[in-house]
């Protein structure tokens, strides 16, 4: 499945996408608010300014991947590779971060505490 297929299935109010590779595409400014990508790759991917809260990431390969000023309001990102990740300006109100993994390269918004989010620095 590529960006456009599920972008499709999405509108069309599929919301289940668990497991899938989606490695370096494009999702841009994407309205999914609520989608369940649990255990997808999205490495490299960019997710720069999309609309997820509410979605479930957990165990998702985010590394890599630009999340700058993407709505993660309540988004579950439990256990998911944010290394080398770039969260500037990213809204993570109420996100679970719990055991989501991080590095020096993972760039966060300034003043936000990883280590008060319960994720693991590798």
């Known amino acids: 499945m590529d960006a456009e297929e599920l972008k499709r299935r999405y509108a069309a109010g599929e919301r ?5 590779n989606l490695s370096r595409y494009k ?7 609520g989608i369940n ?3 997808s790759d999205l490495s ?11 979605a479930d990431l957990s165990r998702t390969n985010l ?10 309001s309540g988004v579950k990102l439990n256990e998911a590779n944010l290394r080398g990740a770039k969260l500037k300006y990213a809204k993570l109100y109420g996100a679970n971060l ?9 760039r966060f ?14």
């Open 44 to 54: 490299g991917a960019n997710l720069a300014k999309a609309k997820l809260w509410g």
């Open 16 to 20: 289940y996408f668990p497991a899938l």
């Open 63 to 72: 590394a890599r991947a630009n999340l700058t000023r993407a709505n993660l």
């Open 27 to 33: 999702f841009i400014a994407a309205y999914l608010p």
């Open 37 to 39: 990508l649990w255990g």
């Open 109 to 122: 918004s300034k003043g936000f505490d990883p280590i008060s989010q319960n994720m693991r620095k590798v």
């Open 98 to 106: 719990t055991g989501a993994y991080y590095d020096e390269s993972t």
